[in-house]
């Protein structure tokens, strides 16, 4: 009982830093705006400047949201991908599911101007669209391979071999396009490589909100399932659990999560590996019951925090968020591991 009230609090902490982190975002920025003006904004007020109003409500707000939905879904699809190989360093790319989204934004914005003389990158909104829709795309299509190969094979080694595998010919494929691409082309793949919570807006952002928002939950429905495969097959197996359906539920779960961020932000790195660490060690637990919600609102305060410092004052613009996250990550998550080890 003493656990539960523990660990209660602890994710009462976690939501209290997304609100508190969720305020600054909205108030720190290249124009610093008061606490009680962002909540005069939020609450429909018109005495505010115009200019402070369009700030938070076209840019900071949606990329405040951005940022923590893309989190919690990087951070469920790692533990995801952790506890169906029972691999620590496996991720959400760990399948190649990143590098087949990579693969269609690729050949929408490097290979597209060959082909058809114009590339559909330099189309504004509609060339935002194709990007993402690429990016679905090409998710999709490896997630459906990555399905298809677990069908066929029995252990989890050899799946994940092969996922590593297909990343590894992606990515070689995507080399061969660069070569034969103008510089231009290769320098907006390489921007878009680097990962943003700012190219979702309006309509956009609600969208992606939205699916994220379908997505979660029902990750979180498989939280049994994950908790049975933790035990091993064999003893799952005994106790009436399907593996191989288990198993390719998870797969698709957590793919679905990586395709949608990937196609909105771009392929954000470390959050999905290094989160489910994270809050292994402040909960001390394996329990999914516990660690599905902890990653989840883990995963949010650390890409809010990313966020923030990623737009901090004295920066031109914005810093790519894969340059921050790391950087911010790192230090926490072995200090905690550290700490656990002693």
Same mark, same amino acid.
Request: charged residues 10%.
């Given at each position: 009982?003493? +656990? ?19 305020? !600054? ?9 008061? $606490? &009680? ?19 938070? /409500?076209?840019?900071? #707000? ?5 940022? @923590? ?21 496996? +991720? ?8 087949? $989204? ?22 504004? %909104? =509609?060339? &935002? ?5 690429? *990016? ?31 990343? %590894? ?15 231009? &082309?290769?320098?907006?793949? !390489? ?13 956009? @952002? ?12 029902? $990750?979180?429905?498989? !939280? ?6 933790? /035990?091993?097959?064999? %003893? *799952? ?26 196609? %909105? ?7 999905? #590996? ?12 394996? &329990?999914?019951?516990?660690? @599905? ?6 995963? *949010?305060? =650390?890409?809010? #925090?990313?966020? #923030? ?34």
């Amino acid at each position: 009982m003493n +656990g539960q009230r523990h660990w209660s609090l602890k994710l009462l902490l976690l939501v209290a830093a997304i609100l508190v982190l969720v305020v !600054v975002n909205l108030m720190i920025g290249t124009v610093a705006i008061p $606490a &009680d003006s962002v909540v005069s904004i939020l609450t429909g007020s018109e005495k505010e400047p115009v200019v402070w109003t369009n700030i938070v /409500l076209s840019s900071r #707000l949606p990329q405040t949201l951005t940022a @923590m939905v893309a989190g919690a879904g990087l951070a469920v699809s790692g533990l995801q991908m952790q506890t169906v190989f029972r691999n620590p360093l496996a +991720g959400p790319s760990v399948l190649g599911i990143s590098n087949g $989204a990579a693969l269609g934004v690729a050949f929408v914005v490097l290979m597209s101007g060959q082909l058809g003389g114009v590339a559909l990158s330099r189309l504004g %909104y =509609l060339g &935002d669209a194709a990007m993402s829709m690429a *990016a679905i795309v090409g998710a999709l299509l490896v997630m459906l391979l990555i399905i298809w190969i677990s069908n066929r094979v029995e252990g989890r080694g050899t799946l994940l071999i092969i996922g590593v595998m297909i990343g %590894y010919l992606a990515t070689a494929i995507i080399g061969v396009m660069k070569f034969l691409s103008p510089e231009e &082309d290769v320098k907006a793949f !390489v921007v878009w490589g680097l990962g943003s919570f700012s190219r979702v807006s309006g309509g956009d @952002m609600l969208l992606f909100v939205a699916i994220m928002c379908v997505l979660l939950p029902l $990750a979180c429905l498989l !939280v049994k399932p994950m908790n049975l495969l933790l /035990l091993g097959d064999r %003893y *799952a197996a005994n106790l009436g659990l399907n593996i191989r359906r288990a198993r390719s539920q998870v797969i698709v779960s957590s793919s679905l999560l990586v395709a949608i961020v990937t196609a %909105y932000c771009g392929p954000i790195m470390f959050i999905g #590996l290094a989160v489910p660490h994270l809050a292994r060690g402040l909960f001390r637990t394996s &329990d999914h019951r516990v660690l @599905m919600p902890a990653t989840m609102l883990s995963g *949010a305060v =650390l890409a809010l #925090l990313c966020n #923030l410092i990623a737009r901090m004052p004295g920066f031109e613009g914005a810093l790519p968020v894969n340059s921050v996250t790391a950087l911010v990550g790192a230090p926490v998550v072995a200090a905690i591991l550290f700490r656990r080890k002693r």
